[in-house]
């Protein structure tokens, strides 16, 4: 059963600009989570998606969006690039979503490393 | 708020030494505890979890960890270090319908 896929896995970008992450969650799965992962704050809670819907947010700027589509595959979207997006992104699925029967456990992919120059 | 607290940022311990990652959380309801590994360049991945029933949950690759109501704990311990367990580990509680970590611990195994 192949995992989570995130793609690209690298990339560059300057100031100003826009970037698109794509994941690619474990088949089955219809919850999709994204964390920004960095050196002085760790791993911080973007949103979760749930059948096309967003269902929770967490504390980041309206630069940072996302979404999912029918076959569960989710995008986020930061316009607007500052030096301090320069992250690890990463995405998570899960069988069911938060609230409901959800224990915590999620699957990870390998994360997309973002450089803002 | 579900709050996690790991202290210590880097952690070296001795190969086939005691490893003792310490965390500590703050809940308002009952916590579901985990604790993630990160190898380089990788996502994270499950070690274990702690939801309900047995207090002393194993993991994967020796590890186990201990969930104390009374001291708001849920350290992981492994017995005897290796070389392969160098990695980032994190712990986190689940809540408000997301997880939230802690700071994480970077593991440096010394031969």
């Known amino acids: 059963k192949a995992g989570v896929t995130q793609t690209p896995r690298y990339l560059i970008k300057t100031r100003g600009q826009q970037v698109t992450l794509s994941c690619s969650p474990i088949s089955g799965h219809r919850s999709v989570s994204w964390y920004q992962q960095t050196p002085g704050q760790g791993l911080q809670f973007l949103f979760e998606?749930?059948?096309?819907?967003?269902?929770n947010k967490g504390n980041f700027p309206g630069r940072f969006s996302g979404r999912q589509f029918s076959n569960s595959r989710s995008e986020m979207n930061v316009s607007t690039l500052e030096l301090g997006d320069s992250a690890l992104y990463l995405c998570?699925?899960?069988?069911?979503?938060?609230?409901?029967?959800?224990?915590?456990?999620?699957?990870f992919g390998e994360g997309s490393r973002l450089t803002v120059l | 708020a579900q709050s996690v607290t790991q202290l210590g940022s880097h952690v070296s311990v001795s190969e086939g030494a005691l490893v003792l990652l310490r965390c500590n959380y703050s809940?308002?309801?009952?916590?579901?505890l985990f604790w993630y590994v990160q190898y380089p360049n990788q996502g994270l991945q499950l070690l274990l979890k702690?939801?309900?029933?047995?207090?002393l949950v194993k993991g994967i690759n020796g590890f186990e960890a201990e969930f104390k109501k009374s001291e708001t704990s849920f350290h992981l311990t492994k017995p005897s270090a290796h070389m392969s367990d160098a990695a980032e580990y994190f712990c986190a509680l689940y809540g408000n319908n997301r997880l939230a970590f802690g700071k994480g611990n970077q593991v440096v195994v010394i031969p």
């Open positions: 809940s308002s309801v009952p916590p579901y």
């Open positions: 998606y749930f059948s096309e819907t967003q269902r």
């Open positions: 998570a699925s899960s069988l069911t979503p938060p609230g409901q029967g959800f224990t915590g456990e999620l699957f």
């Open positions: 702690y939801t309900t029933g047995a207090t």
